[in-house]
């Protein structure tokens, strides 16, 4: 069992930039490829990122490639997804996702997910 809480959404203005964690519990957080999700109102959960287990196998959406950066801290059980450069298209509510299996790009494929954290970008 895991149980994953964000933080560090916010409201920033077009170009600049947030810092988004998420912190698991669980002594198996190693174990779990972690993957960062966005909904924005009225659309689909749609794939940010996602990391391996040990942070081998890094993927991105083409829409955040060049601009945003996921890492993970086995030791501090936290994965991180660093934006930059901000567009107000990125407004959504973002969520971390764990899963024991390997990479997907589909939320079906999580096993556990956080609460939400919101990013509003102001153009």
């Known amino acids: 069992q895991v149980q994953l809480v964000e933080s560090g959404g916010g409201l920033v203005q077009a170009g600049g930039s947030l810092r988004l964690s998420c912190a698991a519990s669980?002594?198996?957080?190693?174990?779990?490829?972690m993957g960062w999700f966005r909904q924005a109102p009225g659309k689909e959960r749609e794939f940010v990122a996602a990391?391996?287990?040990?942070?081998?196998?890094?993927y991105y959406a083409d829409f955040v490639k060049g601009r945003f950066t996921i890492s993970r801290d086995n030791a501090k059980n936290t994965v991180y997804l660093q934006m930059n450069s901000l567009k107000s298209e990125d407004t959504a509510v973002y969520y971390c996702?764990?899963?024991?299996?390997?990479?997907?790009?589909?939320?079906?494929?999580?096993?556990?997910w956080g609460q939400g954290t919101q990013v509003t970008v102001s153009s």
């Open positions: 669980g002594r198996t957080f190693s174990s779990y490829t």
């Open positions: 996702a764990a899963t024991s299996r390997r990479y997907t790009d589909d939320p079906l494929g999580y096993d556990y």
């Open positions: 990391i391996s287990w040990r942070g081998g196998r890094i």
